[in-house]
């Protein structure tokens, strides 16, 4: 059986009256996008992820809102949402008939398209379906996090809105070259924080941390990537009773830190038993609730 279920959209910015006419199911080992399109040459395009179990893709209408504020902060064409979709979907539930039970993820991509020769146009779309990876260590034991700077400051997004803080973009080399930095120092994450002093995200999730009882996440306007699991999450403490606060955090405030989580689509929430250095406890019960409401989310 495959492990990837691979689905090329023609014309991913084009709205039409049948999504599904623009889709084609393809084999994911055969090479299909072309080796002068600006995602693969540049970097210079936009994903999202998101996860499914059972069926069930979650948060899909909050990735596929995101994926469009990012495609505006990179002056790229909007993407039709049906038709990334029906894509995702189609993909996932392909993938789900083979392996029932699963965890599945989906990544769907915008590109600019070919970078040459002159005068073509026309963006490059695609969603790929893969089986996800174990995270019930990360889930249940937690993960260490080294605090790392970003080395810009937390009002980048106003001040030089060209380095496309906030947008979900292709371009993610110093994202992989912090994780193994991290890795180098024996830690299993990073968390950015901003050149003046700021709390920011990790280089793929989103920061939580509880302070006096309130769980608090840095807001968009600082730079980070407006959290999709985050939201959720924030969701599912508030029902329960518990606070929550978007603010700007000092890193100064990391050490009254009473727990903390990084959240994502396909990790989902990762308590933070180690934060630079510093040992942070781990509510196991709490967690696992939390990420069976995760699991569960639907559209």
Same mark, same amino acid.
């Given at each position: 059986?495959?492990?990837?279920v691979?689905?090329?959209?023609e +014309?991913p910015e084009?709205?039409? &009256?049948r999504?599904?006419?623009?889709l084609?199911?393809?084999?994911a080992?055969?090479?299909?996008?072309?080796?002068?399109?600006?995602g693969?040459?540049?970097?210079?395009?936009?994903?999202e992820?998101?996860?499914?179990?059972?069926g069930?893709?979650?948060?899909?209408?909050?990735?596929?809102?995101r994926?469009?504020?990012?495609?505006?902060?990179?002056d790229?064409?909007?993407p039709?949402?049906?038709?990334?979709?029906?894509?995702?979907?189609?993909?996932?539930?392909?993938?789900?008939?083979?392996?029932p039970?699963r965890?599945?993820?989906?990544?769907?991509?915008l590109?600019r398209?070919?970078?040459? &020769?002159?005068?073509?146009e026309?963006?490059?779309?695609?969603?790929v379906?893969?089986?996800g990876?174990?995270?019930?260590?990360a889930?249940?034991?937690?993960?260490s996090v080294?605090v790392l700077?970003?080395g810009?400051?937390?009002?980048?997004?106003?001040?030089a809105?060209?380095l496309?803080a906030?947008?979900?973009s292709?371009s993610?080399?110093?994202?992989?070259s912090?994780?193994?930095e991290?890795?180098?120092?024996?830690?299993?994450?990073?968390l950015?924080?901003?050149?003046?002093?700021?709390?920011?995200?990790?280089?793929?999730?989103s920061?939580?941390?509880?302070?006096g009882g #309130?769980i608090?996440?840095?807001?968009?306007?600082?730079?980070?990537?407006?959290?999709t699991?985050?939201?959720?999450?924030?969701?599912?403490?508030?029902?329960? +009773?518990?606070? #929550?606060?978007?603010?700007s955090?000092?890193?100064?405030?990391?050490d009254e830190?009473?727990?903390a989580?990084f959240?994502?689509?396909?990790?989902?929430?990762?308590?933070v038993?180690?934060l630079?250095?510093?040992a942070?406890p781990?509510?196991?019960?709490?967690?696992?609730?939390?990420?069976?409401?995760?699991?569960?989310r639907? +559209?």
């Open positions: 059986m495959d492990d990837s691979l689905v090329m959209i +014309g084009r709205p039409r &009256p999504p599904a006419d623009a084609r199911i393809v084999d080992m055969v090479g299909q996008v072309r080796v002068n399109d600006l693969v040459t540049r970097g210079d395009g936009i994903f992820v998101a996860g499914s179990l059972d069930r893709v979650q948060a899909l209408q909050a990735h596929l809102d994926f469009s504020r990012s495609a505006r902060l990179m790229l064409p909007a039709d949402h049906e038709v990334y979709r029906v894509a995702v979907r189609t993909a996932l539930e392909r993938l789900d008939a083979q392996y039970g965890e599945l993820s989906c990544k769907f991509i590109t398209g070919q970078e040459y &020769p002159p005068g073509i026309g963006a490059t779309g695609w969603a379906a893969m089986l990876p174990d995270y019930s260590v889930r249940e034991q937690g993960i080294v700077s970003r810009v400051p937390r009002d980048v997004m106003a001040s809105p060209w496309l906030g947008a979900k292709l993610y080399a110093i994202n992989r912090v994780i193994r991290a890795h180098r120092r024996g830690q299993d994450d990073t950015f924080v901003s050149s003046d002093g700021y709390v920011l995200e990790g280089p793929t999730s920061f939580l941390v509880r302070l #309130t608090v996440t840095p807001p968009a306007e600082d730079g980070v990537l407006p959290g699991t985050q939201a959720s999450a924030f969701r599912w403490f508030e029902q329960h +009773g518990v606070p #929550t606060a978007t603010r955090i000092r890193i100064e405030e990391l830190a009473e727990a989580w959240t994502s689509s396909t990790r989902l929430a990762a308590p038993r180690q630079d250095g510093r942070l781990v509510d196991p019960h709490m967690t696992a609730a939390l990420n069976r409401f995760l699991l569960d639907d +559209g």
